[in-house]
């Protein structure tokens, strides 16, 4: 569904929307939808690691391990962020690395989507192509990245709360927020 929009707003022109949060939050789903509103290109960080690596993210924790996977992904995200704006959705991990979060601050702006534990269970439990949630008990390790990441991702230029209503409901929550932001109070 395309939102009645005209491109982002002023204040955004020449910069990222990057999404961040927790597996599960909606990121690439919401991502497109904005995308589409502001007419901008959408880039999946993830998609863009699996196509620099030639293999799924998931091969790369297999075949490798989460330190090699997180220096790609730091590499990628700054060679996107190099390139033309578009709107970014990052993998949950991404932004917990310090000089990731500095780049996203220099060329965008940063959309932490929160969401609840009985949400990102729900919304994780049918694809096993997230290596992290596979070593165990999802609910417990989902919570424990809540515990750890959650104090990182507040550091986000703006927060959405992400609960039952439909993607384009929140999509619209997310441009609401991005055409309300004043930067002159943040
Ligand atoms: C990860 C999240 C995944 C992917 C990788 C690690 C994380 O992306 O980057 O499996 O550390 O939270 P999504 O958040 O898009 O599922």
Redesign the pocket.
Known sequence: MKHETNGPPEWLQGKFIVLV?????G??RLGRIIASSFSLPFI???TE?EKAAGCS??EI?EQFDEPY?RDG?RRVIQRILAEKPAVL??????Y?NKETQKDISQFGVAVWLRADLDLLERR?QHRN????LNKGNARKILSG?IDT?YPVYSNAEITIDVGDETAPETARKIIDALINYNTADN
Request: proline letters at 3%.
């Open positions: 949060g927790l597996m599960g939050a990121k690439t999946d960080a993830d690691i993210v998931r924790f996977f992904e959705a990052t993998g949950g991990g991404a917990m994780t192509a997230r290596p992290l990245l990441r």
